[in-house]
């Protein structure tokens, strides 16, 4: 067994979710953070 050929078991692992890249991966424009209040705003 060497440490370059280890895997994580199957299942284990989620893809990240990597929002504000475009309309097209359905999180683009607001990013999942809805229209209006403090949690929607940056800062």
């Known amino acids: 067994m ?3 050929n ?3 078991a199957e ?3 989620k893809k990240r979710k ?3 890249r475009g309309e097209g991966s359905g999180h683009g424009g607001t990013s999942t953070r809805g229209h209006k ?3 929607s705003r940056s800062g």
Do not use: D, I, Q, Y
Request: no cysteine.
């Open 2 to 4: 060497e440490l370059n």
């Open 6 to 8: 280890l895997k994580p």
């Open 11 to 13: 299942g284990s692992t």
């Open 18 to 20: 990597r929002v504000g």
């Open 37 to 39: 209040g403090a949690k």
